[in-house]
């Protein structure tokens, strides 16, 4: 167990650390990503071991989710480096002469905190590592105690890779997390709930420490069908996407709204997409994921006995195994208390609309809390194009899911309730530098205008400026 003397003597020799000045190499920081890169590769086995035990994840969806996303991750930043952190030059103005040459700088912000949640506990981590190593930082990871083998396993990596007092990875519930949020850092990222969000952005305000959150979304994230969609292939990639994981993905659809026209039709195909991906007990399969734990569980199977009525598909559960089938709920209403909140389950709400009434639908969308994605299924892409430059939101696709955060190069953020400040590749780097701007002054040619006194004739060379 940590105490909160613990905590801060990792803290403060971190930053003893960082204030050597170790940390600002380039070359340094590259080799400090190479060797996580090698960590990961030599403990695979270990890691998918591990998600395994704490999700019951199949080793290729271990690979696809955690592991080999996150080599990739760490691939583009070892590439991109040199280039990201170069100093910019930028000419300062004619207002500046004779001083015309400004630079800005890429500086690391010093002691960060990454509090990584349950769901993906290896790239949510080490993902967000490599952004902090990039820039130059020192880190402290507060991984959840939900998932214990995972924990267990990334700390024993961070610990054979890097000194404690540069990276290091502490256990423990929501008490460690507080003494953490209680000492003072240079940069926190959170990934989590809003409420627990709420709660870390109050503890980082107190310091006015720099804070970057990924959130899920308070009242979910919408995926939208209208009539003239590809229905089958909307339902095979929306069952893929809802088993992932059994549904605790903070990007997962969290609801499903249908064309009228529509809706029957798509239900019957998204049955059958279940179906055949999993076969007719999900739980009995053995590539299908379980909830995080008993809590998770009983709250998954209360929100489907509260629904009864209108389950359509799934609805049943292995309490032993902690195996919840995907759950087909319709028809609910747009207002109804399940689609006010994100699930994190393989619980799927139906919502119908009529297709002519899509801007109602995308009107009371856009009236909830900010959703950490969005999905869009038609063949108008003219239409769903304008659509997702109106509607707030992290990220998202159209006619496909989840995919957008694989696309290297572009950030992975959330907006409102669900986060702010982005990253991976590139984004992740100026996520965890701060551009420092500094002009270099001349001392020679140096114009007296700006000095007292203000004659007719430099309000004359003014007027010759502003030409």
Not at 141 to 150: D, F, G, L, T, V
Not at 240 to 253: T, V
Not at 285 to 299: S, T
Not at 351 to 356: E, G, K, L
Request: hydrophobic share 40%; glycine share 8%; proline share 4%.
């Amino acid at each position: 167990m940590y105490t909160n003397s613990d905590i801060k003597k990792i803290v403060d020799s971190q930053r003893a650390f960082f204030l050597s000045g170790t940390t600002l190499d380039i070359n340094w920081r590259l080799d400090k990503l190479k060797r996580l890169k090698m960590a990961v590769i030599c403990n695979r086995e270990k890691l998918e071991q591990a998600l395994f035990e704490d999700l019951g994840r199949a080793p290729m969806e271990a690979y696809f989710c955690d592991i080999g996303s996150l080599i990739l991750e760490i691939n583009e930043t070892i590439k991109g480096l040199k280039k990201w952190a170069k100093p910019e030059t930028h000419f300062s103005g004619i207002h500046c002469f004779p001083s015309i040459i400004t630079k800005v700088y890429k500086v690391p912000y010093g002691v960060s905190l990454i509090i990584s949640p349950f769901n993906f506990p290896v790239i949510l981590s080490l993902g967000v590592l490599t952004a902090a190593i990039a820039g130059g930082n020192t880190a402290i990871i507060k991984a959840s105690s939900k998932s214990p083998a995972c924990t267990k396993a990334l700390k024993e990596i961070i610990s054979e890779t890097f000194s404690e007092e540069y990276i290091t990875l502490i256990d423990g519930g929501h008490d460690v997390a507080d003494m953490c949020l209680a000492q003072r850092f240079d940069k926190i990222f959170y990934t989590g709930s809003p409420r627990v969000g709420v709660h870390v952005l109050q503890e980082a305000a107190k310091n006015l420490t720099s804070t970057a959150l990924e959130l899920g979304g308070e009242t979910g994230n919408w995926c939208i069908i209208r009539k003239d969609a590809n229905l089958k292939d909307a339902a095979r990639k929306i069952a893929f996407f809802k088993a992932l994981n059994s549904g605790q993905i903070c990007i997962n659809i969290n609801q499903v709204a249908v064309a009228n026209e529509v809706a029957e039709a798509f239900i019957e195909e998204l049955k059958q997409a279940f179906i055949n991906q999993l076969g007719e007990n999900a739980t009995l399969n053995e590539e299908y994921p379980h909830l995080i734990n008993e809590a998770a569980y009983n709250k998954c199977a209360s929100s489907a006995e509260a629904y009864k009525e209108k389950i359509v598909f799934g609805g049943f559960g292995d309490r032993d195994t902690l195996k919840f089938s995907p759950t087909i709920l319709y028809p609910i209403d747009i207002n109804e208390e399940i689609v006010r909140r994100e699930l994190f389950c393989p619980l799927l709400p139906i919502v119908p609309f009529t297709d002519s009434q899509i801007d109602e639908l995308l009107d009371t969308i856009s009236k909830r809390e900010k959703g950490l994605s969005l999905y869009v299924f038609t063949k108008d892409i003219a239409w769903a194009k304008n659509v997702m430059q109106k509607i707030q939101f992290g990220g998202g696709c159209i006619n496909e899911v989840c995919l957008h955060m694989m696309v290297k190069g572009v950030p992975f953020n959330g907006v409102g309730h669900s986060g702010m400040g982005a990253y991976h590749g590139k984004w992740g780097f100026m996520e965890f530098t701060h551009p420092q701007t500094v002009l270099i002054g001349s001392t020679i040619f140096n114009l007296s205008m700006r000095e007292h006194p203000y004659s007719h004739r430099k309000n004359k060379l003014v007027e010759l400026f502003e030409r």
